[in-house]
């Protein structure tokens, strides 16, 4: 652990967590988070020049690590669209008092790439994959056929021997993809893959959310402790936001991410760097703190300190718990429109990553 002392929030949460947004593209297009019909060709995403680069990243980790941060996670969007990803990643795992630096993916390009992060020193890759049935895959991907490249991406990465292992997040919709959970967990069980199903969430403003359409966690585990019995495993470290099972025939292990059914806010230890270097401090935040600026505005000595400052300040400043308040019908208000156009509530996912 880093022997920094803790950085609270308001709520007495420390921050040991950041997930750093590489790109604000992505190639598939999944109605829940960016729906074709508002990613289309003629969306405008940032210019390469708005992005922050890997100098910036590495400052922003830096700082992070300073106050306590000691696991950093690379999102989208789609990371492995963003060249040279191995860079950063090597720079990243280098820095003092960072542990683990893992990845999320949808897993097409992971073939490709997988190698070159393992040398380069990534500990962990997750795969967001909802579906191993080819016409419902589709569907959940915006009509995007690479479910076999997906699957190979993930055989490429358990050879390729990352320490921390390999995960599967599934989002499982009611009527969508729930029939065909029990499918998908046959697929990977003795694998070593460790499939985590998660409760469908009201992330952004585009997916025409609504409770009908979340299977909880509750049911989940019953239908699957009928197929293969299960039996609960302790949590890694505290505020793990996953339930951990284990089947009882020794074919794996399972997770539950219960964010709608059972919030966990309360030992939330999570920051969220935008692609353009917007710090939010939820996953739900309707705004964030500009870091851009800081990194760009002069002399990067006086800056570090500066944004070891922002930091500082933005922490513990902090009180969301997001997923609380949607539990006890408290929901955070909407913002109003802003000079960039509406902002409808909440910040999209694909621009801060799950």
């Known amino acids: 652990m880093n022997g920094t002392t803790p950085l609270l929030d308001r709520l007495g949460r420390p ?50 690590s300073a106050l306590g941060v000691t696991k950093l996670r690379l999102t989208g969007g ?14 990243l795992a280098g820095i003092p008092g960072i542990e683990d630096v893992a990845l999320t993916t949808n897993g097409v ?13 990534l500990s962990r890759v997750t795969v967001s994959l909802d579906s191993i049935d080819p016409t419902v895959f589709a569907r959940m991907s915006g ?15 358990r050879g390729a021997g990352f320490p921390g292992g390999i995960k599967v997040n599934t ?21 070593g893959v460790v499939v985590r199903l998660i409760e469908y969430m009201d992330v952004g403003n585009r997916n025409g959310w609504a409770h009908a359409d979340v299977v909880t966690s509750r049911t989940l585990l019953e239908q699957i402790d009928a197929l293969w019995p299960l039996e609960p495993l302790s949590p890694h470290y505290r505020g793990e936001v996953a339930r951990r099972w284990r089947y009882r025939d020794g074919a794996g292990e399972i997770g539950f991410i219960s964010s709608v059914s059972a919030p966990f806010c309360g030992a939330c230890s999570r ?10 401090t939820c996953l739900f935040a309707t705004k964030g703190t500009d870091l851009r600026t800081i990194l760009r505005d002069g002399d990067p000595g006086d800056n570090d300190a500066a944004l070891r400052q922002a930091l500082t300040r933005i922490w513990h400043q902090r009180t969301d718990r997001y ?12 913002l109003a429109e802003t000079g960039n156009g509406p902002k409808a509530g909440k910040i999209e996912m694909h621009y801060i990553g799950g």
Do not use: W
């Open 78 to 91: 789609e990371p492995l669209l963003r060249p040279g990803l191995a860079e950063l990643v090597a720079r």
């Open 271 to 280: 920051a969220r760097l935008s692609s353009e270097g917007q710090l939010f």
């Open 109 to 121: 390009l992971l073939e490709r790439h997988a190698p070159m992060l393992r040398a380069a020193g």
């Open 323 to 334: 997923s609380e308040q949607r539990g006890e019908g408290d929901r955070p208000a909407p």
């Open 171 to 191: 989002v499982v919709q009611n009527g969508v993809n729930a029939a065909g959970v029990p499918e998908l967990l046959a697929y990977f069980r003795h694998t």
């Open 15 to 64: 921050l040991r967590d950041l997930r750093i947004s590489v790109m604000d593209r992505c190639n598939f297009r999944c109605p829940y988070c960016m729906p074709e019909s508002t990613y289309h060709e003629g969306f405008h995403f940032l210019a390469p020049r708005e992005r922050l680069d890997f100098n910036e990243i590495e400052r922003v980790a830096r700082a992070a």
């Open 143 to 157: 009509g995007r056929p690479d479910l076999d490249a997906v699957l190979g991406g993930i055989e490429t990465a």
